[in-house]
């Protein structure tokens, strides 16, 4: 399963028993909380959506790539849209409470056993966000993001538990503020990991060092003058080779070899779903990758 759906089904649990939580106490920090909780799960959904739409096969020539960038697109203009809403709501509630305090809060003993459960599920979130980048070195936005995500919800859950347990309404009134702060990081950082599908960016640098690796080490393989990769998706990578060849290589190996290189590279990077090769003749200059050392990339 992916990560970004892993993501998900934290972020709705979570949300279930904070809204719990909150039919057991009024707390303004904790409806902060729950406000950021939607705003994850419309994000990390369009997230999944995009993903899902990626996988399915298209024939159509006007989107060659599917409609999967087209939900980056919505996404992005959702989640400024809605997640600004929520965060307005949240901090305006927030201020409006500070300033005329509703009265202390009520002893909410199952709301506290609500919050915290929510609270280990956020810190499980973080936890395999960050395990996961750790020991696969993914670096790309998805797990990034997860991390991100898991971090902030973790805090903001936290600061609810806090007020609710201090019964202390100046510190739910301020935690509540705090929490809008971090539902507007948050929306940031959703909406971020759109902007960099949507502007074209290239895979992590350990990926592309990959391609390099397994290219190179087909036989036949001179150099490689260029490589040029795209993420359509957070799952989907297009990559353009210009690959030289040995000159006794005739027009018949060169199909063969197109094929072993596309299945050398998709093997090594699984995420690559495209790949355009255009071979050419040996040239006099100087290798271009094959002598370039790793840390220069």
Known sequence: MHNIAIGFILNLATLVLKVFAYRDVAST?????ILNDITDCIGLFLLILGLYLSR????????PFGLSRAMYVFGLISMSI?????????FTASLTDLRYPPGPLD??????????????????NFALGLYSYLTARKADPATVGMIVDGSTDFLATFLALIAIVSLNDLIDDIGGIVVSVILLISVVSVSYRYFLILIGRAPPKHELIKILNVVLAIPGIVDINELKALMITEDEY???LEVEANEDVDVGDLEEMS????????????????????FVPRRKEPPTYRKLRIRDL
């Open 29 to 33: 920090a904790l409806f902060a909380d």
């Open 56 to 63: 399915k096969k298209t024939n159509n020539i006007l989107y």
């Open 82 to 90: 809605f997640g600004g809403v929520l965060f307005t709501i949240s």
């Open 107 to 124: 002893t909410a003993t199952y709301g506290i056993a609500f919050v915290l459960s929510a609270l280990v599920i956020n810190g499980l």
């Open 238 to 240: 297009l990559v353009i």
């Open 259 to 278: 094929q072993k290189i596309e299945q050398a590279i998709k093997r090594a990077v699984p995420k690559v779903k495209h790949v355009v090769i255009e």
